[in-house]
């Protein structure tokens, strides 16, 4: 069974640029989350759903981050304008339906605003 | 909301030495987990245990929920076992709550 799979791995932008990430979760899985992890401290949410449907979003920067599962499979997050505060890792999750205490991560995105 | 506070921030062994890392939360937790991030930064479920004490291999979980702690021992370190260790809970919800992790480096 392949696992979460993430796209980039890296990201180098300056301040200002956009940058998307794309995230494929296990087939089947119901629930996707999506994390940011700054250097040195825990992942934190930023949000996430059940199908397409987003569940909470409420630690998401909704000025200039958003993000979309269209179709209830993939994911993307996207950051319109970024900042030197958004560097971080970015990881994406999936968990299985009824089981969202067992959640499967995938390698993340580097970013790195400069 | 929520918190989780890890100690100790970073810890440096000898190779075959026991590690004893603890997770403090300020609010009952339904569930609780213990991570390992690899250096390239996948995250791995180890353990979830809320309450009591869990083996598998090398490590034991005990968490005492009344007393909103939890602690993960590491017998007998591999220079494999380096990397960050990271406790998280949550309260009957999907959002788990990370607290920043414990980095061990075993050397050799």
């Known amino acids: 069974e392949a696992g979460v799979t993430q796209s980039p791995r890296y990201a180098v932008l300056q301040e200002g640029q956009a940058v998307s990430f794309w995230c494929d979760p296990i087939?089947?899985?119901?629930?996707l989350y999506w994390y940011q992890q700054p250097r040195d401290q825990g992942p934190q949410l930023l949000v996430y759903?059940?199908?397409?449907?987003?569940?909470?979003n409420s630690q998401l920067p909704s000025d200039r981050f958003s993000a979309v599962r269209p179709k209830g499979t993939n994911s993307t997050l996207k950051i319109q304008s970024a900042k030197q505060g958004d560097t971080a890792t970015y990881l994406c999750?999936?968990?299985?339906?009824?089981?969202?205490?067992?959640?499967?991560f995938g390698p993340g995105t580097r970013l790195l605003v400069l | 909301g929520q918190q989780v506070q890890q100690s100790p921030a970073s810890l440096v062994l000898q190779e075959g030495e026991n590690a004893e890392l603890q997770c403090n939360f300020s609010s009952t937790a339904t569930q609780l987990q213990w991570f390992y991030q690899s250096p390239g930064g996948s995250l791995v479920s180890l353990l979830s245990?809320?309450?009591g004490t869990k083996h598998t291999g090398r490590l034991t979980s005990t968490t005492v929920t009344k007393e909103r702690r939890s602690s993960l021992h590491i017998s007998s370190s591999q220079t494999t076992d380096s990397g960050t260790y990271l406790c998280?809970?949550?309260?009957?919800?999907?959002?788990?709550?990370f607290g920043a992790g414990t980095r061990l480096k075993v050397i050799a």
């Open positions: 087939s089947g899985h119901d629930t």
């Open positions: 245990n809320p309450s």
């Open positions: 998280a809970t949550n309260t009957g919800n999907y959002k788990y709550v």
């Open positions: 759903f059940r199908d397409e449907a987003v569940i909470d």
């Open positions: 999750a999936s968990s299985p339906q009824g089981a969202g205490d067992t959640q499967y």
